[in-house]
């Protein structure tokens, strides 16, 4: 037929005929234009229909999917269907006994719920209106479901406005159902007998839509909410730093599960709800900075937990609204050690030499070496004794280099170095305000710093009196107690000392005590003097220009026979550390040319035999050495320990030790 003229479009107040018959026999069967008005919408769905082909009369009803593919497809509409049935189950509630039913279909138009009175599902189920039937214009003709999913807007139909004449006793209300993002996800429908007006059920169904829209933006924004939940509490679950978040009422509102572990409890959910003041000792430095609102760079914060006091290394983020108003803190826990291990590797605490550094053929200085190899095996506390300049640092490095605690942190202090009244404060730390001068948030010690590593301590000789007792208390306790605070701190450090001096006389001069050197002097290690290794002083000048060469991309220069003679002949009362600083002044006086006597500027002096090395001549040769003195001094006690330049006390220990009789 030819195109119908369709009116422009009318607002929906255009008054509904009572029988639409008339019309639709003239659109639909006659292919005529209508001679009574009907509403645009129909009117061009009709068209629509019937250039489709659309047979208005079959009694064929909607094709119906099969059960697998219905209940897949309610799997992947369940949050529509859990959240649209309480709401169906309101209307079924609401029109019981009207004779009417109440379904919900998907965007493609394919029914997944329905509900209603008995007989009136029993009617629609022979018309094949049930769930899984299709009811798009193509397969059922206009009807409100097609109708509203087509134009998005919800519509009702009454009798012969339904394009098929099997659905013409039929009053129809549909309105679309849209997700947050506003597409049509669905719609949910109102059907039942056309005899009399049913004025409230489009409202009814256009107001059920809108409640599920709303449960649907709700869910959305829950679930979106949980998600990011989820996400972030995975996150700071994966940090190895505990997080806290702190209101500015002091209630802990947030932290993650390092954090619960951290102030010992099992999940987070035991401190939430809790106030700041009842797991933390809070100082007025935090304090402060609720009040301040100014960052709290990291310091310490002790913590109450289950087995005492636990200190972490903390920072303290202010947290404020758009208009500065304060509403809590993020506090980042960090253990001490992490924070040991970050300023291990900025200021160099850690091991730089192995026993390969130490170079040298001298039997007595493979001797020791091999001892030092031995002590490095174990957990024993090593005493290093040898002249300035002997090496007793590269024995240090390569004992800690190759024992199990490698890894860890090597902390070295010279304890002569130092003044008297800040050696403590050097080794132990103190907390902030402890003296005058001190910083305000505290200090840690070398001991800390060492906690499972090494500690060395050279030139133990120069401790004062006073402090051997502390570090005595610390070796026997291993814990120690900051300058200021009362509470021990656990420490787990390996010591190792050195000393250019025999400590034995040191404490027979009442210069050291002796509990500590006992408790030092588990392996003792002498190193040798330069001028007992007249082997190595040859091999250790070339070693020490060819590393010098190469960090300056100079070439090696020869050595004539005369310089090696005269570096030979040489005491070397500086030991190694004067030996290379005569190699590299060799090297700036020679230019390139060959290095002679005349670029070695070596003092005419003889050093004798005094101070530790001494020592080591008596411990390995003593019972010889001191039968023999004895024997030339015809055993005068005191003449024989001039001779021997150690004191007469000393001297008797020895006789005593031997079996010497006196």
């Given at each position: 037929m030819e195109p119908l003229p369709i009116e422009p479009d009318a607002p929906e107040r255009i008054r509904l005929i009572e029988d639409p018959k008339g019309a639709w026999e003239d659109v639909v069967i006659k292919g005529r234009p209508p001679r009574v008005p009907v509403r645009p919408r129909v009117l061009e769905s009709w068209i629509r229909c019937r250039e489709a082909g659309v047979d208005p009369y079959t009694e064929t009803p909607p094709p119906v999917i099969p059960a697998a593919e219905l209940a897949r497809l309610k799997h992947r509409n369940r949050d529509l269907i859990d959240i649209s049935k309480p709401v169906m189950e309101m209307i079924e509630i609401s029109v019981r006994g009207t004779g009417f039913i109440v379904t919900l279909a998907d965007r493609q138009a394919l029914v997944l719920e329905t509900m209603g009175d008995r007989e009136i599902l029993e009617m629609a189920g022979r018309r094949k209106y049930v769930p899984g039937c299709l009811r798009d214009s193509r397969h059922s003709g206009t009807n409100a479901i097609a109708l509203a999913l087509e134009e998005g807007q919800p519509v009702q139909l009454t009798g012969a406005e339904h394009y098929n004449i099997h659905y013409h006793f039929w009053t129809c209300s549909s309105a679309p159902i849209r997700d947050p993002e506003e597409r049509i996800i669905g719609l949910i429908t109102l059907s039942g007998c056309s005899i009399g007006r049913h004025k409230h059920t489009l409202a009814l169904v256009t107001a059920s839509a809108k409640t599920i829209e709303t449960q649907l933006r709700e869910r959305a924004l829950i679930e979106k909410e949980r998600r990011l939940n989820t996400m972030l509490t995975r996150i700071y679950d994966s940090l190895t730093d505990g997080f806290m978040a702190v209101d500015n009422t002091l209630e802990i509102t947030h932290l993650n599960s390092t954090a619960a572990k951290m102030l010992g409890m099992e999940a987070p959910e035991t401190v939430v709800g809790r106030r700041l003041d009842e797991v933390a000792l809070l100082d007025e430095t935090l304090i402060e900075t609720f009040e301040s609102r100014e960052r709290f760079d990291p310091g310490e914060i002790p913590f109450k937990t289950p087995g005492g006091f636990k200190t972490y290394m903390c920072?303290?983020?202010?947290?404020?609204?758009?208009?500065?108003?304060?509403?809590?803190?993020?506090?980042?826990?960090?253990?001490?050690?992490?924070?040991?291990?970050?300023?291990?590797?900025?200021?160099?605490?850690?091991?730089?030499?192995?026993?390969?550094?130490?170079?040298?053929?001298?039997?007595?200085?493979?001797?020791?070496?091999?001892?030092?190899?031995?002590?490095?095996?174990?957990?024993?506390r090593v005493l290093l004794i040898g002249e300035s300049g002997t090496g007793k640092e590269l024995f240090a490095h390569a004992i800690h280099s190759h024992s199990t605690r490698r890894n860890e942190p090597f902390v070295a202090i010279s304890c002569a170095a130092i003044p008297r009244d800040l050696i403590e404060s050097e080794l132990f730390g103190y907390i902030g305000g402890a003296f005058t001068g001190a910083r305000q948030k505290g200090m840690v010690g070398k001991f800390e710093l060492a906690h499972r590593g090494t500690l060395f301590l050279d030139e133990i000789n120069g401790l004062p009196l006073e402090l051997q007792g502390k570090l005595l208390r610390v070796l026997q306790q291993n814990e120690i107690l900051r300058l200021g605070d009362s509470r021990p701190i656990a420490v787990d450090v390996r010591v190792i000392a050195a000393s250019n001096k025999d400590l034995l006389d040191e404490v027979e001069n009442g210069n050291f005590r002796e509990a500590l050197y006992y408790r030092l002097n588990v392996v003792e290690i002498f190193i040798p003097p330069l001028r007992r290794r007249q082997k190595d002083i040859e091999r250790l000048a070339r070693h020490i220009l060819e590393r010098h060469c190469r960090e300056t991309a100079t070439c090696l220069p020869e050595i004539t026979r005369e310089a090696m003679e005269k570096l030979t002949a040489y005491d070397w009362p500086g030991n190694v550390r004067e030996l290379e600083n005569i190699c590299e002044r060799a090297l700036l006086l020679s230019q390139g040319e060959p290095i002679g006597p005349q670029h070695l500027p070596l003092r005419p002096r003889r050093r004798t035999e005094t101070g530790a090395y001494r020592a080591l001549s008596l411990r390995q040769n003593s019972r010889e050495t001191i039968e023999a003195t004895l024997e030339q001094c015809g055993g005068n006690i005191s003449r024989a320990a001039r001779v021997l330049k150690i004191a007469r006390s000393t001297l008797y220990r020895k006789m005593d030790e031997f079996g010497i009789p006196r």
């Open positions: 920072r303290v983020d202010p947290i404020q609204n758009p208009s500065y108003k304060l509403m809590g803190v993020i506090i980042t826990m960090s253990e001490k050690r992490q924070m040991f291990d970050m300023v291990r590797k900025i200021s160099g605490n850690y091991a730089k030499y192995e026993f390969g550094d130490i170079k040298g053929e001298d039997p007595e200085l493979k001797r020791q070496i091999e001892l030092a190899r031995i002590a490095a095996k174990t957990a024993s």
